[in-house]
């Protein structure tokens, strides 16, 4: 990871180092959606971009990402568990609890002049830091409520996972010169851990699992405000 990002911030002062740059501008991403988060209840966010374009035809992005709200409800998915033992069947609760913030590098290439409004295909990595938070608030033994039984007791449970998104887009910019619009949708795919085991290892033997997607949609409506340098 280490070397990822040290080779992402390398080609970005090259770039601002060496290519003419033209304009540059902040957005703000108001009303976006990522699948990779659905089952969480938690797909909808809000982010900060940097905007810089590069000659006639290309621009790049450096944003930042995180879901509309801190409200721990909007983000909360009850699933059941079962499992048979010689105590009769086993039933347990687990409320899962997902909140993220993203990095994200996009690059893109528009069809037209950067400048003057045109549609563009994208290419983007980032880096996701998610925290699961795994409740387990209900346990009954064959119908008898219980607080543990073998490995697992009620409590709340609380996992880091990072996550590395790759998005291919389609998107339009109007004229890149004060207020701008851009609106963008595309797919998303996850190059590292969407398969995560889930931790405490207690939780995982008996079924549960992490509940990202490996591909999914995304799309985003921005506005920002550019400035010709």
Request: charged share 15%; proline share 2%.
């Amino acid at each position: 990871m280490k070397i990822f990002l040290t080779r992402a911030i390398l080609v970005i002062s090259l770039l601002l180092n060496y290519t003419n740059v033209n304009s540059q501008g902040i957005r703000l991403d108001g009303i976006c959606y990522s699948g990779i988060n659905n089952h969480y209840s938690s797909a909808g966010y809000w982010g900060l971009s940097y905007d810089q374009n590069f000659g006639e035809k290309l621009s790049l992005s450096l944003s930042f990402r995180t879901p509309f709200s801190s409200n721990e409800g909007l983000y909360v998915n009850e699933v059941q568990y079962g499992f048979p033992s010689i105590d009769g069947d086993v039933h347990f609760t687990v409320y899962h609890i997902n909140d993220w913030q993203e990095f994200a590098y996009t690059s893109k290439y528009f069809f037209s002049d950067n400048s003057d409004g045109s549609y563009f295909v994208s290419s983007g990595i980032s880096l996701m830091l998610a925290t699961n938070t795994y409740n387990l608030n209900y346990l009954d033994v064959d119908g008898n409520s219980q607080s543990s039984y073998g490995d697992l007791a009620v409590g709340e449970y609380e996992q880091s996972i990072t996550l590395i998104p790759f998005a291919l887009d389609l998107g339009h910019r109007s004229e890149f010169d004060g207020f701008y619009l851009e609106y963008y949708v595309g797919a998303q795919f996850l190059l590292s851990g969407a398969n995560t085991e889930v931790e405490p290892a207690s939780l995982a033997n008996h079924g549960v699992e992490t509940r990202y997607s490996s591909a999914s949609i995304h799309a985003g409506l921005c506005l920002g405000f550019s400035w010709v340098k």
